[in-house]
């Protein structure tokens, strides 16, 4: 049986577990101290780091957003432990993602970044070098999805789409931090500076929707995923799990092979 760390137990979380033979992962969630999360039977709770590094995890997926990123996953690599990370707009801190490459080295620990709830980010990989390369990335979701920030802005999308923030990945990251780790991944393949972030909310969009639009000397493309909710989390795609399972599936299998 294969022992597999979590940092945090969400909606995420409890989908990755469940994408796994219950017989064949055993499970360890660090999770806050007094949390009283319901968990599965093949899955323990920890409270305390050292704890989770202490049953020696194949790997750790964290699905608890970009503060634990921070708080955990350097000790983690500096461990030897590999770690996928879900809230990949924890990077658009420059002194963070220099903590995560300097404990990935010195641990000899690989971090993956998933692609979350997009695809075409090897398009954007591959125009990164080109200096005219320019990348705008929308999300689009129903207005039910952000509910709140309409809320407190006085804003009602019931007539139409309303545009709630339009900049940079990094702004949309710190204003953002567990809604668009997406636009980030799109960051970190196109460059940050080459990127213009656009949140809408629409009444008329049939789910998750990310768009994105690319213009360099290589040519144009564009790329539109119209993803389904999460059941129990209207702001994330089922998608993301699904593509956490994915990462930590060709993980394991390179570890396997060193």
């Known amino acids: 049986m294969v ?6 137990f969400g909606t995420i979380a409890r989908e990755v577990v469940s994408a796994f033979p219950p017989d ?17 039977p093949n899955v323990s709770a920890v409270t305390r780091l050292d704890a989770l590094i202490g049953v020696r995890p194949r790997a750790v997926v964290e699905a608890a957003g970009q503060e634990a990123v921070a708080a955990y996953a350097p000790a983690l690599l500096e461990a030897g432990i590999p770690t996928v990370i879900a809230s990949v707009g ?4 420059p002194g963070l993602a220099a903590r995560l490459a300097g404990a990935s080295r010195n641990g000899g620990a690989r971090f993956v970044l998933p692609s979350g709830a997009l695809g075409g980010l090897d398009y954007l990989r591959a125009i990164a070098a080109l200096p005219d390369a320019r990348v705008r990335y ?20 019931d007539n139409g789409a309303i545009t709630l923030f339009e900049g940079t990945p990094t702004e949309a990251a710190r204003l ?11 960051a970190l393949a196109a460059g940050a500076g080459k990127v213009t972030v656009r949140v809408v909310a629409d ?17 144009t493309a564009s790329f539109r995923f119209v ?25 394991l299998d390179l570890e396997g092979h060193r």
Not at 3 to 8: A, Q, V
Not at 176 to 186: E, G, K, M, S, W
């Open 3 to 8: 022992t597999l760390g979590l940092i945090g």
């Open 24 to 40: 064949a992962v055993r499970w360890v969630a660090l999770l806050r101290e007094g949390a009283g999360t319901p968990l599965p």
């Open 90 to 93: 924890a990077l658009s801190d």
């Open 138 to 157: 929308t999300s689009r979701k129903p207005p039910a999805a952000w509910a709140a920030e309409l809320n407190s802005a006085g804003l009602s999308a």
């Open 176 to 186: 953002y931090p567990r809604n668009l780790n997406a636009a980030f991944a799109v």
């Open 203 to 219: 009444p008329k969009a049939a789910g998750n929707t990310h768009e994105i639009e690319a213009e360099s000397a290589a040519g």
């Open 227 to 251: 993803n389904a909710p999460s059941p129990d989390n209207p702001k994330t795609s089922a998608l993301t799990a699904l593509s956490l399972v994915a990462a930590l599936g060709e993980l």
